[in-house]
């Protein structure tokens, strides 16, 4: 007949610990969403701005419209350089059911700044409050672009993109048809 050894004190301790770690990462919440979660054709993350003036615009919201989600910087040249060029096409195309929306990455002390640029634009700005963005991950390059149709489905990811940078030609490429 064989008698089983008793079960070490440090041994138990560690069981025990190991058990806790089990009850403690199934109670957390899942964990944000990453920029490799994103998925073309599959349901876009929910997104909301809080404009500089207070406004809060999500683009649940915005549900039947095709929605432009750009991330942009006051420092970041590219980003300067399209935001003319998507405040005429959004200003072009709104009646077509077309919305952008800028989140600003840029730090609360170059808000003069921000609402100087934001005041030349035919969409609504808002700061981001930190470099992440909840669904689409950390905001690590600039410009970046997400396209969302008007089903509410994912149709460019920014993050996919070797050419970030909006052109007219990509505009007319990738968004004018959604509009249709």
């Not at 007949?1 to 301790?13: G, H, I, K, T």
Request: charged fraction near 20%.
């Amino acid at each position: 007949m064989r008698s089983e050894a008793p079960v070490q004190p440090a041994r138990r301790a560690l069981l025990r610990g190991a058990l806790a770690c089990c009850i403690a990462g199934a109670a957390l919440p899942p964990r944000s969403a990453r920029a490799n979660d994103v998925r073309v054709g599959g349901p876009a993350p929910p997104a909301t701005l809080v404009t500089l003036d207070g406004e809060r615009i999500a683009t649940a919201d915005l549900a039947g419209q095709v929605v432009i989600l750009t991330f942009w910087a006051t420092w970041c040249e590219p980003c300067r350089a399209e935001l003319p060029l998507l405040s005429q096409y959004a200003q072009r195309h709104a009646a077509q059911g077309l919305r952008v929306l800028g989140f600003g990455l840029d730090t609360p002390d170059r808000l003069a700044e921000v609402r100087a640029i934001a005041a030349g634009l035919s969409f609504p700005v808002g700061l981001l409050a930190n470099s992440s963005a909840q669904g689409y991950g950390r905001i690590w390059r600039l410009p970046v672009n997400f396209v969302i149709d008007r089903t509410g489905r994912l149709v460019m990811d920014g993050w996919k993109e070797k050419a970030p940078s909006w052109t007219p030609e990509r505009l007319e490429q990738v968004v004018t048809p959604l509009l249709g």
